[in-house]
């Protein structure tokens, strides 16, 4: 009954009326960006978490939600449409749904990855309020031993899923923590490796360096690449699917639901694994493999019912130990801590109306998100003709406004800047950015907790090794690291990486 007391409690929190308006605008902007190649949630997250300070918490953390969720929605249909993902989650719709589209059934396949992701996210929401309390109260018995070797495992499990070589994700890992090292010491309160400049006395801003690396740095990258997109001409029609499209999307939706929340849980994995996984289990059962790619609609619904499932999922470490299982979530543990909110085992007994409101307002979101994406599709469709060259000025406008508006201070646009020339410079050489992001948001975390446990252990790092949750998760960092290094693992990695770019 408590559960049922609570989620009423969210209900009545995210069908408030500015509440309700901050879910339709997260949800709204979070299809647009979507349907908008070349942005992408972490992105626009970025670009429009200054707009959220002005916010009560639970407000602004309804808004990010949205646009993380909404957006996985939104890149379906470009997947279908246009053959473009409008993120690295939609990468494997475009396999079937463009061929589809091709075949005169753009209908059906957006209207199951619509129905798909609806379902899936659905299930999620549930799985997300019977796990997350329980796995709260046990992280309350967490120790600072359990969160160093947990913030570890994160960002070794993220740098290990990262395109590419393991040793540019550790690179871009430790120059983050390096980063998140700028600024006060925490404990002795003594200004360090700041270079004597008074903006760096507070250490690297978060909002500015995210803009620059995924606003800044992603206009640069697709101002190289311009191209036409070709829009397909062919009327849309049979949104609804019909009985035989159900039949044959059926188990491949509750199967992707299941694939895409356990592996949304799990540090770095998220929507772009379990979409890919959800594929190959459905070609693995299917009885008619060789229709995959040729138009099967198992392969669209699998796939967009993991991605949107994963992100439930990722919820789960966010709320319950605050540690974000992704760099979208990490943006929006930026956001709790700039609301004032701290998110792990005592969120829900110290916040619970930012846990109960945000939790009821997915609920909200998605049927939101159900009703814009079918009778909308036309108008997504007219935005799809919108050429970049005419998007990129807003996209920088909104960066220099939202960079400014942090602290009203020039210099957190010369760091916006100067981070997105630096994201381009290492985009363009192969360094992925989120690891480094990543590590900035969980540095102050890691060294709190390494310095607690060694004061506690009167110096002694046996206390990582002698507690078995720690020991654990230092073990399996260990593998992981140790796997990259053996040649067959790392060329199935390197194939199965490629494959989502």
């Known amino acids: 009954m408590d559960l049922i007391t609570d989620l009423l409690y969210g209900f009545g929190l995210a069908l408030a009326p500015s509440n309700l308006l901050s879910c339709f605008v997260g949800v709204f902007l979070g299809t647009l960006v979507g349907v908008l190649p070349g942005i992408g949630p972490v992105g626009a997250m970025s670009l ?78 549930v799985g997300l309020v019977l796990l997350a309390n329980p796995l709260a109260e046990l ?78 740095s992603e206009v ?79 392969g669209v619904a699998g796939p967009e019912s993991a991605n949107n499932s994963a992100t439930s999922g990722a919820f789960i470490p966010l709320f319950s130990l605050g540690i974000p299982a992704s760099i979208s979530t990490a943006v929006l543990l930026g956001a709790f801590m700039i609301h004032g909110v701290q998110p792990g085992p005592l969120l829900v007994v110290q916040h619970p109306e930012v846990f109960w409101g945000t939790v009821a307002s997915m609920y909200v979101g998605n049927v939101l998100l159900l009703v814009l994406n079918l009778p909308l599709i036309g108008i997504w469709v007219q935005v799809l003709k919108v050429p970049y060259r005419t998007l990129f000025p807003f996209i920088l406008f909104f960066c220099l406004i939202g960079a400014y508006s942090v602290n009203m201070d020039t210099s957190d646009i010369y760091m916006m800047l100067i981070f997105g020339i630096l994201g381009y410079v290492l985009r363009k050489l192969q360094y992925e950015p989120a690891p480094l992001v990543l590590a900035l948001v969980l540095g102050p975390l890691l060294e709190r907790s390494l310095r607690q446990a060694l004061i506690i252990s009167d110096g002694s790092p046996l206390v990582f090794l ?29 194939l199965t990486l490629s494959d989502s770019e």
């Open 220 to 298: 640069l990258i697709n101002l190289e690449g311009i191209s036409e997109r070709i829009i397909l001409k062919t009327k849309i029609k049979n949104l609804l699917p019909n009985k035989e499209d159900w039949r044959k999307s059926a188990l491949p939706i509750g199967r992707g639901t299941l694939i895409g929340f356990f592996l949304g849980i799990l540090p770095g994995a998220g929507a772009i694994m379990s979409s890919f996984l959800a594929y190959a289990v459905e070609k693995r059962f299917s009885r008619n493999p060789e229709t995959f790619g040729k138009g099967a609609i198992e």
């Open 466 to 494: 002698t507690r078995p949750i720690s020991a654990g998760a230092l073990l399996l960092s260990l593998l992981l690291l140790l796997s990259a290094t053996l040649p067959s693992l790392q060329k199935r990695r390197t």
């Open 139 to 216: 992280a309350v018995k967490f120790g600072p031993a359990e969160y160093f070797s947990l913030v570890c495992l994160g960002l070794v499990t993220l740098t290990y899923l990262t395109q590419g070589s393991i040793m540019r994700g550790l690179a871009m890992a430790g120059l983050g923590l390096f980063m998140s090292l700028v600024g006060q010491d925490i404990v002795t309160g003594k200004v360090r490796f700041n270079f004597g400049l008074i903006a760096l006395q507070d250490g690297f801003g978060l909002i500015p360096v995210i803009m620059g690396l995924f606003g800044i």
């Open 48 to 125: 429009l978490l200054p707009l959220t300070f002005g916010l009560q918490p639970v407000a602004g953390i309804i808004v990010l939600a949205g646009i993380y969720y909404g957006s996985m929605y939104g890149g379906s249909t470009t997947s279908i449409l246009v053959n473009i993902p409008g993120d690295a989650a939609s990468v494997v719709t475009c396999l079937d749904g463009h061929q589809m589209a091709l075949q005169g059934r753009a209908g059906p396949a957006l209207g199951i990855a619509a129905f798909g992701s609806f379902i899936a996210g659905t299930f999620g929401l």
